[in-house]
């Protein structure tokens, strides 16, 4: 069972335990309504209590947020690299072929189903595309994936890709401001469409070597094929991808790697900065 705590300060006496359960623990509604229901979901100084209890200095509030249900995918024993984790998160590493969720082929729940076993129901946070490669954000219960998803895209939660594009930009530096949607075709393809969700992406120009450029990306939005589409769009595809741009013999996925998350832990307040190194497939394109 895992277990959230809060010490009622004198400044939080007289507020309701869902006050302080939504104020200061940053819990869903769902979230609350799940937990009241079980037996010792919700505890006053180790007591099951109602939400609309009121709460005096230095009572004890606990609350359980477990998980219930499985991870369903079948374990995969596969090698994974791990550069951070604790018990409510882990940073992974993905290489390039592994797919998040998937059937008939290695995917990142089935590799977690066998090391963390299938009663922890793991949840990705920032999914990256089956060839893309680098840091990518699982959780291990609901209430923790909640909150990294609001912290996403904001100065709490930052992510820098690895690029290497056809071509080279005309600018150091610049932003893509392009709404994406759904393509009108099947399959997984996306489009720019000014009816579109709004999409930004923010670029810097690292190096040009013959002819292909090495990017440093940052989303400030989370559409499906953002940075693919907008490179796309401005004429300078990723080097590899043949669904916006071209296919190419010196790499088998487009030339994309999540490099560098920096973020605030949601429970402890720890600030965190991971960076996984350029990939050997991406570095001998330049």
Sequence with gaps: MKRLTLTITPEQAGRTVESLLRRELSMAA????????????????GCRVRVTQRVNAGDALSVDIS?????????????????????????????????????????????????????????????????????MVVTKDGYTHDRLRRMLHTDSFLREYLAVAEGALPQAQGSIELP?????????RRAIDPSGLPARTAYEVLSVIR????????????????????????????????????PDAAISRPALHSHRIRLIHPVTGELLELTSPLPEDMRALL
């Design 30 to 45: 769902g979230q609350i309504s799940s937990a009241k229901f079980r037996p010792d979901g919700i505890l006053l100084n």
């Design 211 to 246: 002819g292909r450029t090495l990017l440093c990306l940052r989303l400030y939005t989370g559409r499906t094929h953002q940075i693919r589409l907008h490179l796309s769009a401005i004429g300078h595809p990723l080097v590899g991808d043949a669904l916006y741009g071209m």
């Design 180 to 188: 994406i949607s759904r393509a009108p075709v099947e399959g997984t």
């Design 67 to 135: 998980d219930r249900g499985q991870n369903e995918a079948e374990p995969v024993a596969l090698p994974l690299t791990f550069r951070w984790e604790d018990a409510y998160f882990a940073v992974i590493d993905k290489p390039a072929g592994i797919s998040v969720y998937g059937e008939n082929q290695p995917n990142i729940a089935g590799i977690l189903a066998d090391r963390w076993g299938k009663d922890v129901k793991f949840h990705p946070v920032n999914r990256l595309d089956v060839g893309t490669t680098g840091l």
